[in-house]
């Protein structure tokens, strides 16, 4: 008999060494994530995937399943912690989405809208990040940026070339990229690498490019995060 | 301070090689590389990157994650000011003032002749002997404003660091009370002697009876730790001291690194017998740099007495050695995994657990992490029995605990007690009088109030990594709590999200109370933010943030309410004082230039 644990009441199973929140995609039920993909190790930093199992918080996307564990994941008091994260997510950077090439794209936009986020709630820190037009093909907006490291991960294990890095700690945590002068340009980045395109947000955006698909027609304004991912990983 | 006339890339040159160019060696490269100007340029940064064959942004990464290594320039003389809050309450800010006002400089900010910058830096572990500095990482205690006045006037002579006088340097133990370890006079290599005749099993069967738990703050069964990195597939084992004593108010690790270097290094070696490990490290936090010279000729002797190295002790496969390596100013780092990452010459990210380290470690082998203070007291065990050791404390805590007693007591220092002392009778003994409140554990620790000074140190009842800072009645709670959440805002390492945004928030609303815009909706946001921040946080440091805050709030909330305009909003921003520039521009003053505040509209 497989295994299960129960997620908001209801039997999940799963195979051993399966994470929460792959065993729950795949049965169907929908727990958000910003830092994880499919293709890389979980990375456990959005924390978007908070749920509780057994009474104790714990991120779905990096915890393996336990046999017979109740998880709650659905509750009000996980999607608030869950809109109060992606309300930190904005604050401490500058998202303008009107003005995003990203918008109707972009994962944090779509869950801010799953789960109801309609104020910034905190004060905004209006970080000055200047973005970095260097490079001929991409645009680099660091004002986006989630620091979920994809980009980082992507360069180095799939393009072979560790373009990104994460520098500086705390609130001050920034990216740069591999370059003595710190510019896109000077880096041997190419538009057609895997890491160009695995931004969740607007970060990094092809140029020459802009408003290709109209607004109102884009990702997330066709289906919800929600149905999307589930319909992804079933 | 750029002491080398030489050739910089020489300089470099010659620190590579003695890492022997290894990646992992990365952070301790950039240390020394570091001393040659004092700072990290970039282009330094792209030849250690190249040398190494690293990626430079990686280089890069690691440079800017550690609050001691410098990407940009700093002041020949780089004088770092202890803000931890027992500094505070013996003047800090006042004498860093004075010092900058003596210096034309401003805090922060480097002169313009390049010769010094003055700042502020977490706990440097004098709390005892406070206020105290950091001077290109040599530790100065005993700050007054004379000393200061003379600081000043070095500085300004350009007299090196090795010419100013050398009682300022010195740093003294203050061992107040002994107990059962530093009571003990144990001649080198009778503990490790005492377990080899024992056997590995038997050794560890003694450790099992000893009940120790980790003197680090969590409090795990040491033998649990050992046995299943005994157990755990994978070699060579590595076993790993840590001194990175990052809690704000503790610093007995300080005294038995200066003092019982031989006890630590035995306790290593002890953890090395039982649990069959070649590799050892000790991190020793930037802090106490200065400790390293005599660390090392410790090392050097225990080497020659066959305590370390091949066959130690004639026992054949019985090789273990010892490493030291530094830290450079990041907290986080004394969470054992972060710990591991940092030794790994990485960013100081704390890793998602499980894999704990007794099972995947330092490059991925079982390794066991210790608290210096835990490692001493291997030794008395293995001297003494296990049972011996149960026998003395409490049910759930055997042995004693040091304590770094500090703040408002007429004599701080190290007191050892055995566990179940109550917190009374250790301020009986410190000689502190009119105490309104103690901070045990540090700032991620638990703020007593009067009524609970009954209480016992215990893990069973107030748990603690050492630190005991004391506050009596002329001390204002709010103020302990906005100096520690400014410490977790500084330390957090930014890796997830609840942490790196809710301490930048809840030192934002820390921060509106002080300036006098808190409004009872703050109180509301603030209880918010501690509860997510202790949910969802990766790692102890997130989920510790918001501890001070709690329990202040809980016992001292008048400290609180005290600063509340009587409102239920009230925006951080001051309107009118926004408006100030402009009417000086204008040279108006009249009440049309000033917009009412909402008092002002109701009255
Ligand atoms: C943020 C943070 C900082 C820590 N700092 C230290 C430290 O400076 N020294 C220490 O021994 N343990 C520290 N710890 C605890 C270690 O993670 C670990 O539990 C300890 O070193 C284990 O040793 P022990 O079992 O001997 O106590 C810290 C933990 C956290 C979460
Ligand atoms: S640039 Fe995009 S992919 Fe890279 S860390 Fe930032 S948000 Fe993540
Ligand atoms: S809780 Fe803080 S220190 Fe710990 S991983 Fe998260 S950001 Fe880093
Ligand atoms: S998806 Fe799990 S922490 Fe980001
Ligand atoms: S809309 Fe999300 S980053 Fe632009």
Redesign the interface.
Known sequence: MTKQFLLDGQPVPFDDGQTILEAARKAGHYIPSLCWNKDFP?H?????C?VKAAGR?V?AC?TPAKEGWEVESNTPEING?RR??LQ??F??GNHFCPSCEKSGNCELQALAYEYEVLTPR??H?FPDRPVDASHPDVLLDFNRC??CELCVRAS?EIDGK????????????HL?????SGRLGDTDFAATDAAARICPVGVILPKGKGFAVPIGERVFDVATIRSKTLKESS | MSAHSSDPSQALDAILQRHGRDPTRLLQILIDAQDIEGWLP??L??RIAGALVL????V??????YSFLHTRPVGRYRVLFSDNITDRMLGNAELLDALCRKLWIEPGHLSEDGLVSVTTTSCTGLCDQGPAMLVNGRAIGQLSHRRINEIAELIRQQRPLDLWPTEYFQVDDNIRRRDALLGLDMAPGAALQAAVARGRDGWLAEMQASNLRGRGGAGFATAVKWASAKNAPGAPKVVVCNADEGEPGTFKDRVLLNSFADLVFEGMSLAAWAVGASQGFLYLRGEYRYLRPQLEAVLARRRAAGLLGKAILGQAGFDFDIDIHLGAG?YVCGEESALIESLEGK?GTPR?RPPFPVTKGYLGRPTVVNNVETLAKTCLIALGGGEAFAATGTAQSAGTKLLSISGDCASPGIYEYPFGVPISRVLEDCGASDTQAVQVGGASGICLAGYEFQRRIAYEDVPTAGAFMIFDGTRDLFEVARAFVHFF??????????C??????LK?FMDKLADGHGAQADLA?ID?LDR?LK????CGLGSAAPNPVIDTLQKFRPAYERRLVSLDFEP?FDLDAALAEARQLTGRDDHCAHLKTHEEEEK
Do not use: Q
Request: charged share 20%; glycine share 10%.
């Open positions: 979980p456990g930093s959005c924390k978007l908070v918080h991120s990096a912690e109060a994260l930190m997510l604050v401490e905190f004060r820190f989630i620091f180095r560790s373009v990104f890095a994460l520098t500086g700690r705390g609130i001050g945590k740069v990229v591999n370059a003595e | 970039a282009p940064l792209t990626p430079r942004a990686r890069e990464g690691v440079a800017g994650f990041a960013r998602i805002a500084h330390e957090s390492c930014g890796f997830c999200t609840p790196r945004v809710g301490t930048a928030l934002g946001d918010w997510l949910n969802a946080s990766h951080a």
